[in-house]
């Protein structure tokens, strides 16, 4: 059984930082591919940032320079770090988990990923 459990996220003003968690349990994450996504109203969900088991990342490009994909092996956690956020980064977060191996994230589909959390939401506030 693969649980991935969402912590964080919340209301943020525009310029400031965030940092969103995942806990996965029953996950073998050494050889598997883990991200964050998100969902605007309105609109696709959308790939934000992936992390394979050697800790190599992929960026969108909206984010990019802005956002830290990371994860701590000891506690079993997925981390998001937002800084300097902008308006159009309200969104429903979620972290998910793939059998694939990782891939640059714009080739990456929402249909790779097995398991999702239940989704956090980030608000940010101009």
């Known amino acids: 059984q693969v649980g991935l459990e969402q912590s964080g996220g919340g209301q943020v003003q525009a310029g400031g930082s965030l940092r969103l968690s995942c806990l996965y349990t029953?996950?073998?994450?050494?050889?598997?591919?883990m991200g964050w996504f998100r969902q605007a109203p309105g609109k696709e969900r959308e790939g934000v940032a992936i992390?394979?088991?050697?800790?190599?990342?992929s960026y969108a490009d909206s984010v990019k320079g802005r956002f830290t994909i990371s994860k701590d092996n000891a506690k079993n956690t997925l981390y998001l770090r937002m800084n300097t956020v902008k308006a159009e980064d309200t969104a429903l977060y979620y972290c998910?988990?793939?059998?694939?191996?990782?891939?640059?994230?714009?080739?990456?589909?929402?249909?790779?990923?097995?398991?999702w959390g239940q989704g956090t939401q980030v608000t940010v506030s101009s």
């Open positions: 992390i394979d088991r050697e800790g190599s990342t």
């Open positions: 029953g996950y073998s994450y050494r050889n598997r591919c």
């Open positions: 998910a988990a793939s059998h694939f191996s990782c891939r640059p994230i714009a080739t990456m589909w929402r249909t790779d990923f097995d398991y």
